[in-house]
Every structure is written in structure tokens, then in C-alpha cells.
Nanobody, 127 residues
Framework: VQLVESGGGLVQAGGSLRLSCAVSGFTFGDAAIGWFRQAPGKEREGVSC????????YYADSVKGRFTISSDNAKNTVYLQMNNLKPEDTAVYYC?????????????????????WGQGTQVTVSS
């Protein structure tokens, strides 16, 4: 199983970035995917998630209205479009996956125990 993030970088406040999470090693539609971030000296924070059906999304209050999670099932890839970035968005961003029973295909919860994690991609927002 592999999750590979890309798309991080340095951007000025107010700018945009799109992160990608390429998934391999299991059936893409069997798993909910979440984006998390960890800033230096801070605990890891859940940012957004998308259900295994890809019909339901969730956003932390800190990013609601600025970030959008989406998926391309043909490419087994989940994206995180980040607009109007702020210096406090600076962190290492990780994507993670958890396989979900069919019953919960229209749910996603950042507090679930995610099974698989990517290596992370650095996002730095300058003021």
C-alpha cells in the first residue's frame, strides 16, 4: 500500500496550492481518505476527509470555505485545493486512508484510526 503526496511548496499569503495524494495497493473505492497537517511544535490536526463513496466531505472549521477536497477515481488520486492560504496553514500535510465497510461508505470522520499514511509534503505560507 502506498500513498504519495505531492504539490507542496512555498506560497505567499492569499495564494493557492493543490496537493495530490496518489493511492495504490488497495481498491481505491474501499477507503475514506483524509488530509492531516502538523506544524512544528504542534499536534497533528485533521484538515479534511472524503468518504469512500466520494459523495461526502468534511472540513475542519479552520479551513472551511478555503480548502476543497476532491477525487479522480480514474487516477486513484485525491486532491486538496487550498485557496486564500494563511501563514497559520504552514505545516507538513499528510494524506491517509482507512478501509471502510460498505455500511459507512457515505461517512468520513477525521477521528477514525487511519491505517495508511503518506510521507508528507511541506506547505509554507509566507506573510
Amino acid at each position: 500500500v502506498q500513498l504519495v503526496e505531492s504539490g507542496g511548496g512555498l506560497v505567499q499569503a492569499g495564494g493557492s496550492l493543490r496537493l495530490s495524494c496518489a493511492v495504490s495497493g488497495f481498491t481505491f473505492g474501499d477507503a475514506a481518505i483524509g488530509w492531516f497537517r502538523q506544524a512544528p511544535g504542534k499536534e497533528r490536526e485533521g484538515v479534511s476527509c472524503i468518504s469512500s463513496s466520494r459523495r461526502v466531505t468534511y472540513y475542519a472549521d479552520s479551513v472551511k470555505g478555503r480548502f476543497t477536497i476532491s477525487s479522480d477515481n480514474a487516477k486513484n488520486t485525491v486532491y486538496l485545493q487550498m485557496n486564500n492560504l494563511k501563514p497559520e496553514d504552514t505545516a507538513v500535510y499528510y494524506c491517509a486512508a482507512v478501509r471502510i465497510p460498505w455500511t459507512y461508505r457515505n461517512s468520513c470522520v477525521l477521528g477514525w484510526t487511519y491505517e495508511y499514511w503518506g510521507q508528507g509534503t511541506q506547505v509554507t505560507v509566507s506573510s
